[in-house]
């Protein structure tokens, strides 16, 4: 009898412990460590993610900036004697890119398809309009370089850049730190780049 009186015993100390405050608080704690250790592996799992994605991003860049690259190799290296004297935005032949707070105009001068000298520079055949100009955001820059036609590279692989003159006085800390981006970017692609001063 006396074992049965102790199994009976100590069953119900462990019915009194299972009601106790400490077994709840115990209880508890152990619930809030499990989860715990389920949002970590959950916040470990999305960091191995968003890492997993961010090098399929490097790659893809790295991709098509190699793709750019190719493409540009295909207009010659400058040949700096054909463009030292030049000092006048609108005597240079080669792409100008003023470089603003929010886009960059990118002006190119395109050669005359008319091979002959008949009325070349008259108003049937002015100069002027085959200067033009497109605005990109500074994101889309190297898209716009690769996308100029080989005439406008008279120069060989060379722009001029410049701060856009018209910009006020505030702007020139974000003007300058996208001059700084174009040029890195067009480094990146093998382009030249002729700094100009701003007017």
């Not at 499990?34 to 890492?51: M, T």
Request: glycine content about 4%.
């Amino acid at each position: 009898m006396r074992p049965h009186w102790r199994r009976l015993r100590y069953s119900w100390s462990v019915v009194q412990f299972l009601r106790s405050p400490k077994f709840v608080l115990v209880a508890l704690l152990a619930m809030v460590a499990v989860a715990g250790c389920r949002q970590q592996e959950k916040a470990v799992a999305g960091v191995a993610q968003n890492a997993v994605n961010a090098e399929h991003k490097a790659q893809a860049n790295a991709t098509r900036l190699a793709e750019q690259r190719t493409e540009l190799a295909q207009i010659p290296l400058p040949t700096k004697s054909m463009y030292i004297d030049v000092h006048d935005p609108s005597a240079w032949a080669n792409p100008f890119l003023a470089i603003g707070k929010d886009s960059i105009t990118v002006s190119i001068f395109l050669t005359d398809a008319n091979p002959s000298k008949m009325g070349e520079g008259t108003f049937l055949r002015p100069a002027a309009a085959r200067r033009q100009e497109i605005h990109v955001r500074p994101s889309d820059l190297a898209e716009a370089i690769v996308a100029l036609p080989p005439q406008a590279w008279r120069y060989g692989r060379v722009v001029a850049v410049a701060e856009n003159p018209e910009a006020g006085a505030n702007d020139r800390a974000g003007i300058r730190r996208n001059m700084e981006a174009a040029i890195q970017k067009l480094n990146n692609l093998g382009v030249v780049v002729e700094e100009w001063p701003s007017n």
